[in-house]
């Protein structure tokens, strides 16, 4: 999306695909660490057989390394887990840095591992991970609806109703779901469809308040739904997010942006986009979890230099209320030059001193995260 | 405890008392904006007000600075909780460094907020905090007992059947609780007193995954406990873990340390201390948060040369078993020389790289935190 991993002019890969193995885990804590080549479903197919989960899912949990999802500080699906990372990593000058690989407080010092998660790869490699994985829900239920009103009042009513079993919140907008919607009645006057996540350690505890907050949706926001508790039925509900990407490309050529806004603007920004383009785009559709990232896509098949009209308009947009520009992808190649848009000279300025400290020789993935006049 | 906010030599004390406003506050997404001279108790009465709780809890809520808190990372007594700080700083040469200050995600460069928590003021003055409040629990329980077995097989049963309402699990031992324990009939068989504390939306679902967390433990290792569900009642029980500090003092001078171990050892060093000094020593307690800290106390009247005996002891052999010699205090002047048997040298090293960028001239709070070398 950025090409935060991609190399583009002279650059040596380095793969860790090897680096595949698990090195500790302690059953009491859930603290897993593990070398930063594993692939992410393969480590949540070890916690799940231990009675623990990754805190963190991604729809391309099939293929992502694990160091990648560090180094980017993807966080993806599951939203409102705790995730701890604490990391090894080989400096520029491949001298080891090692911090405390076990712990959740540590308060000796300044917090070096942070700088690391989110660099893409421009400040070390990382070869370790530790993470804490939270225990296994003992009942999942996946529920999808379509929603006629407005997204917020729904998201705190999830909140208050749902309370310490509500587990995620993603919402697909009316364009988004063209391919999903035959599997509703009235899908033609849906605003949203709305898949929300629970996880909880009492079946009959989390089917009562599950029960009860349907029943104040049905009496007034909701029309049509359909609830899951089994595996099989949740994995299908909720592919209807992981794979909008896919079905997007059915569209053509798509430009894509993954911004995160204040939660009252979260949506506001796909409409004015959706009015500021006018018929020149084939579709501009929003997608995303509510508090934390919108996913804007804008579609294209006539007008080649509909760019133009896209960019700068979204970084303003974005800019204007104090929205970050990339929420989930990094900067990478693409979007390096547009981090004025998110943060300040000032903080960008300090960025460039610590990757100069860092890397003197900018050979840690160059051209990339940092924009051109600190290259 | 460490002496990181205190001056010592010629520094110019900065108070910030008076920078004491509520800035901005979202009632949907409970994202709570203020300077940093607010006092953590008047911060936490105005989120309850609003249905949000603050997502820290300290014994000195009363009298500590929200910025003191970030600057030294001060979790405390609310533990399992997300707790996401983004700050604005004024750096040393006087210029405002300011970071998103609404957002949950943000992946537009290098983490620079992290550096600046728990940096104990060394690198900037913070002047503003975003924090996101969790909703407020609709119901809070508290249950106090006395406990026979293990603290593991405790945390874990726990983690097990109350599930998402667990919300804290203190811990005193027996040598720490002789002021506490004429409350209970069988407390000559202590070894530990427990105090968990649950919170969750639904009363009704609460309660039942008390009973028969409750029934559980009767069945096996409870003996004596009581269960306090109403506010004044919950205060009380809470007050006996708040309170172990002050009710120490009474034994004279004692030496303090707060420990993050590995969840196996989280209490063999206080059983391995009381060995090692034997009767030199007036007691040795240990009292914390599984999974986080402990914190170990020894109280010394006769031996006024015991500090050779307690140091470097507790912290070779915090260091052999992977801790950390500072939790939760930071290092301030007192344990700044000890930084090594946490941290790699390559790690303060850095760690002294950035100081020196950050604070060219070393004005920020100096003589703290690093090392004698690196000042």
């Avoid at 650059?11 to 804590?29: G, P, R, Y």
Wanted: aromatic share 10%; glycine share 8%; proline share 3%.
């Amino acid at each position: 999306m950025v090409g935060g991993s991609v190399p583009v002019y002279d650059e040596i890969i380095l793969s860790t695909a090897l680096m595949n193995n698990v090195l500790n885990f302690d059953s009491v804590s859930g603290i897993l660490s593990y070398q930063t080549g594993c692939v992410l479903e393969s480590l949540s197919l070890y916690l799940e057989d231990r009675n623990y989960i990754m805190p963190l899912d991604l729809g391309a949990k099939g293929s992502c390394h694990i160091g990648g999802n560090v180094a980017t500080n993807a966080g993806g699906l599951r939203l409102l887990l705790l995730c701890v990372c604490i990391c090894g990593k080989v400096l520029a000058d491949g001298r080891a840095l090692d911090c405390l690989a076990t712990l959740r407080k540590d308060n000796t010092g300044y917090d070096l591992k942070q700088l690391f998660i989110g660099s893409e790869g421009t400040l070390g490699v990382i070869t370790t991970v530790t993470i804490l994985g939270p225990r296994s829900p003992i009942y999942d239920a996946c529920n999808v609806f379509l929603l006629f009103e407005q997204l917020l009042q729904t998201f705190q009513r999830c909140r208050g109703m749902l309370g310490e079993i509500f587990s995620a919140f993603e919402f697909l907008d009316r364009e988004c779901t063209r391919t999903h919607t035959h599997r509703f009645s009235n899908a033609f006057e849906l605003n949203f469809l709305v898949i929300i996540k629970t996880s909880g350690s009492n079946p009959t505890h989390d089917e009562e308040k599950l029960h009860q907050f349907l029943e104040a949706m049905t009496s007034s926001q909701l029309i049509d739904g359909t609830v899951a508790t089994e595996e099989a039925k949740i994995k299908a509900l909720w592919s209807l997010r992981e794979r909008v990407t896919e079905a997007l490309t059915h569209d053509g050529f798509t430009y894509k942006y993954d911004i995160s806004l204040p939660i009252e603007r979260i949506y506001q920004l796909v409409t004015d986009m959706r009015e500021h383009l006018g018929d020149r785009a084939k579709s501009v559709v929003g997608y995303g979890h509510v508090g934390k990232t919108v996913c804007l896509c804008v579609s294209v098949s006539f007008y080649p230099d509909l760019l133009a009209s896209i960019e700068p308009f979204v970084y303003e947009w974005t800019a204007r209320f104090q929205g970050s520009i990339s929420a989930e992808h990094g900067l990478g190649l693409k979007k390096r030059n547009y981090i004025y848009y998110s943060k300040a000279s000032l903080a960008v300025a300090l960025m460039g001193n610590i990757k100069t400290m860092l890397d003197p020789k900018g050979i840690l993935n160059p051209y990339k995260t940092l924009p051109d006049d600190l290259q």
